[in-house]
């Protein structure tokens, strides 16, 4: 079946610093990416979505200038929390759908805290 | 306003038993529905998708219902295991696919 991929799968940083994580599409070409945040014991948010070689759509309440997406391939979508503060902290999880079935594929997600 | 409303928030039962969850949702248009499960500190994974014209689908133990007509779906999980134990999903598509609204999950424990 299909694999997400996501690296690292926990990162420590400083406030102030940037963090980037990696979503990758293993197996298949990925047209769109989503990348979502989850609280503890919440449920999933949706940031933005994305599509490979175009800006991406931000949900309303992420800041775009501070959670910045790129999607450069079909196999590959990077988001780098800028400035990071502690309220950042978070589990980051990434899906990818091919285009060809409705099927979102998640990520094993990311946990970043920052101190 | 697109909402998925899942019950109970949480749920205790011995290995072993059956249970039952639900949720409903008011999402318009409709594409498909979906059950994840989601493990502690881990992404999501699918165990069922249904289109409209579904009314049940079964993966191994678990097997969802479907009722568009009272947008009610249930996930029935038979002979507990404890390794079922985490949170369950419902989210539903619409927009052929890419927007999803999902449900507040219910966490279930499973107990020896």
């Known amino acids: 079946g299909a694999v997400v991929s996501q690296h690292p799968s926990w990162v420590i940083c400083k406030s102030g610093t940037s963090v980037k994580i990696e979503c990758r599409s293993l197996d298949f070409q990925a047209t769109t990416m989503f990348w979502y945040r989850q609280f503890p014991k919440q449920s999933l948010m949706l940031m933005a979505t994305s599509n490979e070689g175009s800006k991406a759509t931000y949900e309303q309440g992420v800041e775009k200038d501070k959670f910045l997406i790129n999607h450069a391939s079909l196999t590959l979508s990077t988001l780098t929390v800028t400035s990071a503060h502690p309220e950042d902290s978070s589990f980051y999880i990434c899906?990818?759908?091919?285009?060809?079935?409705?099927?979102?594929?998640f990520g094993p997600g990311t946990r970043l805290t920052v101190t | 306003k697109n909402q998925v409303e899942q019950s109970p928030q949480s749920l205790i039962i011995l290995e072993g038993k059956n249970c039952t969850l639900q949720c409903n949702y008011t999402v318009s248009p409709f594409s498909n529905l979906r059950w994840y499960k989601q493990d502690t500190g881990r992404g999501p994974v699918s165990l069922t998708i249904m289109t409209f014209s579904e009314n049940t689908k079964s993966n191994g133990r678990y097997t969802a219902t479907l009722d568009a007509d009272t947008k009610q779906s249930s996930l029935h999980i038979t002979a507990s295991q404890l390794s079922d134990s985490a949170s369950y999903i419902c989210?539903?598509?619409?927009?052929?696919?890419?927007?999803?609204?999902f449900g507040g999950g219910t966490r279930l424990m499973v107990k020896p």
């Open positions: 989210v539903v598509s619409s927009n052929a696919g890419n927007m999803l609204t």
């Open positions: 899906s990818a759908t091919s285009g060809i079935s409705y099927e979102q594929y």
